[in-house]
């Protein structure tokens, strides 16, 4: 079926086999496509000088462009302009009717359509008056039926006013692929606003490479509204047809008719389906209905089997080629990859695919002899090299866009739009990509290309195979920035960037260096970094180490900061930051968080960043890890102090080449998460009397009056629990002597004793923590480590301290008096302990730069201490409430006439009645 233009009509997936690539990056390696404007002329001109060719040939005339209608078509009713779904039309077209309809009978095949489209605005009206039918001629047969203009409830016929031209338009020659298409143009006069173009043609014809084997799709469904869609196949009858129906379309409606059967579906009132933005390529909700003559897979590795076999003689250039890869390497993987170099590096990319050369290869010796061809051309002279040198392997088609997808389509030649190697070498698979640039170093060590799923052309092949992901297939890279300070905090900073790149992304890099101008990439690279660093100069051009061997690079990049410290007046200090660009360009948020599709992540990646920082003087680093994971990635970050000098170590890698939508709320979090994670941020305050403070010593006046008023205020609260007297629960009957310390008791006391020295010992642990340095950092907005929640937590974990501290010394002074208060005072402050200490936990765990520093093995250990301490204290609850000795204990009251030993006095209330329990 032909392209047609609004391109919104058709949705059609790859039909050749073109093996026309993008190379795909990311960051600032990103490259453009392989095959770029000037080589889209220089092949252009090519084709304009072969001998006995055209490159405008003349097309047929308007009277051979001009027919009726066919009769087998089945006439259907165009509906009413006026619809609700306007308001959902794309480019100002709304489409009233998309009629398609296909017969196959015993004279070939042939497909008419027809168009109703209605422009609603000015961009509606430039795209209804330009209609575009693409087709080839050299199989293909274009015929227009009518071309009817609606305005106002009458018709305008413009068939025969309208000026036709057929125009060789390669649309595909910015990726090196000539395929000999035309394209019919009518450019209609006197469109506008409101008026409704229709238009009906048919074409007739197949491609002889499928050797009168036909198939193909109807889509039920657009990303624009559709007043009336109708799809119908005339099939002759007896003559077996298969069906796919994807994503839940409806089934045919089936009737005979004069020895064909009729499969129909119309849709009314269709509403767009719009897609959210980043999904997978592989990703196609639309409903659409398959059908054909391939029932298997097999079937379809049958059909390409002659295409790829591999020809029984050499010409004399191929033979000397296959005697020096034979006589200069004898083991299998090293003659496997001398013959993929040689295909790669002697064969350039230029694809001629006109008629069966959109599927169909051509001979090797050719292709060899004049030294270009497309993905079909280097795979069969890449096979034929293999059989040469006694190496076994397999032609395999793919699909570069629906990769793992195409397991749910109809087996169909159309399935694929590209065709590699497979290779199996010393009990390896190799998937091996002969387009590539040249790859060098060890087979092992070269690049493949992770499809999903592909066809081995093979007589044994009866499915789908699964690629197998590996090392060769990963994208890996370090990054290893060097910035030296030892000059001093007011000059400038010498920055060394080195990146190693290994295989695949090693494969790029060469690319990048061999398409770009040195000067041009510098000031890309410079650009990069000037985002994080601004004022970064270049001290001198990048320098690159390529290591063949290994298909290794390195590349090293010189830069200077003139500013690296910066002033902050209101923290009263210098700041400098240290930011991670090459990670953060694949934490970036999506930009549609609320989905019905799932979101594409660059997959797989794996990338290890490294920043080591040197400085003039000593400093105080604290040393961090920290891990946040989720089903899409993995980021790691380990902090390592020196006396003069950090080291961070980022280690990123992508886990899944999509989210689904149910997990991009989560997976969005936890993006959010790791990108707070990689800020850090180094600063050294304003002296004092002349000396430099160190980090962390500076008072912090606030801070240290509200722990004064807060320590003034638990010690008031200690006297008047000191002084409390509690009712006859916890004293014995009267007359009675207190028992003395003993049995458990001595281990609960052990306990009470160790309360306020562990308090105590955390305040003067975390004093630091409180300065003005660390104050400002964590509360000042401006500050990398603000969060609004760190500054009440950060107070409220110091009354806890202070509370432990102060309540600790009471409750041992409760205990060694035997006072009647110690139980309830310590049943009390302990579960109120536990209560805040949960709190703590879920407010900490709610700050990003805090959250899941422990890692996933230690947020478990300590949820079970927690819960671990909860059951010892529920323990010691009940004993405190049923022990015989506990009441016999803690039998003394306090008193200001008596003193706090005197004897305990009566109260109003009666004791409760004695249980039995442990002494």
Known sequence: ??????????????????????????????????????????????????????????????????????????????PSEKSSL?????????????????????????????????????????????????????????????????????????????????????????????????????????????????????????????????????????????????????????????????????????????????????????????????VPSWYDPYQAVQWGEFATWAEVARWALPLYRVPDRLSPALQAEVKRIAGKFSQPAQRAAEALRLVQREVRYLGVEVGVGSHAPNPPSQVFERRFGDCKDKTLLTLTLFKALGLQASAALVHTQMRQGIEGLLPRPSAFNHVIVRADIDGKSYWLDPTRNTQPGELDQMAQSNFGRALLVDAKTQALESVASG????????????????????????????????????????????????????????????????????????????????????????????????????????????????????????????????????????????????????????????????????????????????????????????????????????????????????????????????????????????????????????????????????????????WPLGGWLLLLGLGVLVTPLRAGRQLLENAGSYSMESWTYFTLPDSAGFHVLTGPLMLLELAVLLAQLVFGVLLLLLFLKRRSSMPVVYLVLMWGSVLVGALDAWALNSIPQFAGKAGKAGEESGLVQQAWGVIFLGIWTAYLLHSERVRQTFVHSYSKAQGAGAPPLSDALPPLPQSGGVA
């Open 1 to 78: 079926m032909p392209a047609m233009t609004p391109s919104g009509v058709a949705r059609q997936r790859g039909q050749k086999m073109t093996g026309a690539l993008r190379r795909q990056g990311a960051g600032r390696g990103e490259s453009r496509s392989w095959a770029g404007p000037l080589q889209a002329v220089l092949l252009a001109l090519l084709l304009l000088l072969q001998p006995g060719k055209s490159w405008a040939q003349a097309g047929p005339g308007k009277a051979e462009l001009i027919g009726p209608q066919p009769a087998w078509v089945k006439p259907v009713e165009m």
């Open 86 to 278: 306007t308001e959902q039309a794309r480019q100002g077209i709304y489409y009233l009717l998309v009629d398609t309809q296909v017969r196959v009978d015993a004279t070939g095949r042939q497909s008419f359509r027809r168009i109703a489209m209605q422009a609603l605005n000015e961009k509606g009206v430039e795209s209804a008056a330009n209609l575009e039918l693409r087709f080839d001629p050299s199989y293909e047969r274009l015929q227009l039926h009518r071309i009817t203009v609606h305005r106002a409830g009458q018709r305008s016929e413009r068939l025969a006013s309208t000026a036709l031209r057929v125009l060789q338009r390669e649309k595909e020659l910015d990726y090196l692929i000539y395929d000999g298409s035309k394209t019919l143009n009518a450019f209609l006069e006197d469109i506008r606003v409101g008026d409704v173009v229709e238009y009906a043609y048919t074409l007739s014809g197949s491609n002889p490479v499928f050797e009168g084997r036909h198939f193909g799709q109807f889509d039920l469904q657009w990303s624009s509204p559709v007043a009336k869609l109708y799809a119908r196949l005339s099939w002759p009858a007896g003559r077996p047809v298969n069906f796919k129906l994807l994503n839940k379309a409806p089934a045919a409606k089936q009737t005979s008719r004069d020895g064909q059967n009729e499969y129909e579906w119309q849709q009314n009132g269709l509403a767009a389906l719009s897609l959210d933005n980043d």
């Open 471 to 738: 090392p060769a297939m990963q994208q890996w890279r370090r990054v290893n920035v060097l910035l030296d300070v030892r000059a001093g905090l007011d000059k400038a900073v010498s920055m060394t960037v080195k990146t190693e790149l290994q295989g695949l992304s090693a494969e790029q890099q060469r690319a990048l260096l061999a398409g770009e101008n040195p000067k041009e990439l510098q000031q890309r690279y410079l650009n990069y970094y000037a985002r994080s660093y601004p004022g970064l100069k270049v001290v001198k051009p990048f320098e690159t180490k390529d290591l063949p061997g290994s298909n290794r690079m390195e590349l090293l990049e010189f830069y200077e900061i003139p500013n690296f410290f910066t002033r902050s007046e209101t923290a009263h200090r210098l700041e400098a930051g240290l930011e991670v660009p090459e990670l953060l360009s694949y934490l970036q948020a999506p930009r549609d968080t609320i989905r019905t599709a799932p979101l594409a992540l660059a997959y797989p990646q794996e990338i290890e960043h490294v920043i080591e920082l040197m400085l003039p003087e000593a400093w105080t680093f604290k040393d961090e890890e920290q891990l946040i994971e989720d089903p899409g990635f993995s980021l790691s970050r380990k902090i390592k102090g020196g006396e003069q000098s950090v080291r961070i170590v980022d280690h990123y890698q992508s886990l899944a080449d999509h989210v689904r939508p149910a997990d991009v709320p989560s997976f969005t979090a936890n993006l959010e998460k790791a990108r707070k994670s990689l800020g850090y941020l180094i600063y050294k305050n304003d002296s004092v009397s002349g000396s430099p403070r160190k980090q962390g010593a500076s008072l912090n006046i606030a801070v240290a009056l509200s722990a004064v008023l807060l320590s003034g205020l638990f010690v008031g609260l200690a006297l008047r629990l000191y002084a409390w007297n509690p009712r006859k629960r916890w004293a014995a009957e009267a007359g009675a002597s207190a």
